[in-house]
């Protein structure tokens, strides 16, 4: 295994990628079929760990981890360190669902509400004709041993947790020895905005790093939430050499 060449933003080891180099290096860990798993943190994630033990040994335990929001890309920058792109979780999994597409490649959709898994996949089999479903779970679950066994009956190449952080970053790194997958991308509500129940932010908005505003525009009762983005900016300048 190549070195992996990592930047530290406030006790979180991101991978320095581009989208084409993290998605190569996703394909290749999938092939060897070990259930590695790949986690996107955002802000929210990375000020998560610094309090949640818990939540940091999952973030750690990660094959790949991505920088998913422009809050990270910011910050990297302000500690002199800067990162290569910013690497949207869901563009990252849609590159993954494009390869399978070609490879006859299997997903499972693990998350969400019932019944948004099964939208997700009417939307994904028009897009990619030669993607295989491998099976779908809702995320209300209390016990995980029926869910596994459905997850290893498949055996997918890729699986899809969208628990919410830091609840499938936990899930994954407790349960990566239990199955049988090619590879994990911790996904948020990746399959809120496939099943076209949450709608992402114009192109223009994402170009100029505002899917952020969107998103809070859309759905005010975030606010509490994306307050946490300033304070990950306070941190960050807190840690930063002189
Ligand atoms: N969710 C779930 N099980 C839970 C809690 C949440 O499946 O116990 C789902 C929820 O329905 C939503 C996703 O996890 O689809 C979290 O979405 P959010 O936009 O909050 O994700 P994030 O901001 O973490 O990417």
């Not at 998560?48 to 999952?58: F, G, L």
Request: glycine share 10%; proline share 7%; charged share 25%.
């Amino acid at each position: 295994m190549s070195e992996r060449a990592r930047i530290d933003v406030l006790g979180v080891a991101f991978d320095n990628l581009s989208m084409d180099e993290a998605v190569e290096r996703a394909l290749t860990l999938m092939r060897k079929r070990r259930a590695a798993y790949v986690v996107t943190p955002n802000p929210e994630i990375v000020l998560a760990c610094r309090e949640d033990p818990e939540a940091a040994a999952a973030v750690a335990g990660a094959a790949l981890t991505i920088p998913d929001g422009i809050g990270v890309i910011y910050g990297a920058k302000l500690l002199k360190t800067p990162l290569k792109e910013r690497v949207p979780g869901i563009d990252f999994s849609t590159r993954l669902l494009e390869a399978l597409d070609g490879s006859g490649g299997s997903v499972f959709l693990l998350g969400s509400k019932p019944g948004v898994a099964e939208r997700a996949w009417e939307k994904l089999r028009e897009r990619f004709p030669g993607l295989r479903l491998a099976g779908v779970h809702d995320g209300y679950f209390s016990d995980d041993g029926p869910v596994l066994e459905q997850i290893n009956a498949a055996a997918p190449e890729l699986l899809l947790v969208c628990l919410g952080a830091p609840k499938q970053e936990k899930w994954m790194h407790a349960n990566a020895p239990r199955l049988q997958v090619g590879l994990m991308v911790g996904n948020g509500g990746a399959l809120d905005v496939l099943a076209g129940d949450a709608a992402r932010a114009p192109l223009g908005w994402q170009k100029a790093g505002l899917e952020w505003l969107y998103r809070l525009l859309k759905e005010p009762r975030r606010i509490g939430r994306m307050m946490k983005l300033p304070l990950f900016l306070v941190q960050v300048l807190r840690a930063r050499p002189k």
